[in-house]
């Protein structure tokens, strides 16, 4: 078995550190493993350069995959790697996405026996990678919200932050076109609009519910619920994963995803960024490989 290099966060907390000793019994019963921890992209850079051939695997959530893919991404030095994902974060959105188990004794084994599986990855006209999901407007909200609570509630901190942004939601006048295709204009505001290659966020609130990290394409949503009625029937469509289907709601697949209009906010991958007035994503089809 070839040898691992292991990637943690530096500012996760001891029960993650704990659960991570779990997992590294397992993986060096059969193979060397050395682990890096990094606190910042300057160290991460640092410990990509001299990983080498060895086979790297991400103990951490989401933004953990996200900070050594967009790394890597950087380095031009993506294509072709095939990465191990222990799920040590909160919400873990894309290894749900992917079919990692979240048990990390399970997680462990996938990395030594596992196959390696296509992923795609989302990129913007700057260049930055989304690996899981964007979103803007009331959901964007509903992040910020969340992530308030989320170092109180846990899990529960999500649904916490939609409940809270369905009060009083923003609603955006914003142009969306799928490759190419108008289907949102400025002449109707819009409550959300979501670019997915993971199905959910936030612990697994299904946000673009069947989006498949490997088949090559963006599942794009958007959502004109936008009076108080309709809000209310949207969030609880949300929290059962059936909000996709309403009338309200305009659902497709694409290569490429326009966004322009009024000042909006983006959460990518839980970080929150903005205001902006425009942004272009397009997908990479298996832009690399993940042990699954």
Known sequence: MEPLLLISNADAGSA????????????????????????????????????????????????????????LHRRHDLDGRTLGLLPLGTGNDFARSAGIPLDVTEAANLVLDGSARPMDLVVDELGEV?????????????????????????????????????????AVRVRVEADGVV??????????????????????????PLADPGDGELDVLVSFATSPVARVGYVANLLRGSHHQRDDVVSC???????????????ADGEISGPERRRTWHVEPAAYSLLS
């Open 130 to 170: 989304v690996v899981n999901n964007v979103h803007l407007g009331a959901s964007a909200l509903a992040s910020r919200r969340g992530a308030d609570w989320k170092s109180v509630l846990g899990l529960v901190g999500y649904p916490v932050g939609v409940l809270l942004t369905a009060l009083r939601p923003p």
């Open 183 to 208: 289907i949102a204009d400025m002449d109707r505001p819009v409550l959300m609009v979501a670019v997915g290659n993971g199905a959910s966020v936030g612990g697994g609130a299904r946000v673009t």
């Open 16 to 71: 993650a550190d704990a659960t991570m000793q779990v997992a590294l019994a397992v993986l060096r019963e059969r193979t060397d493993v050395e682990v890096a921890t990094t606190a910042n992209p300057g160290e991460l850079d640092g410990v990509l350069h001299r990983a080498g051939s060895r086979r790297i695997v991400v103990a951490g959530g989401d933004g953990s995959l996200h900070a050594v893919v967009a790394a």
């Open 253 to 267: 697949r694409a290569k490429q995803v326009s966004v322009s209009g009024e000042d909006f906010w983006l959460s």
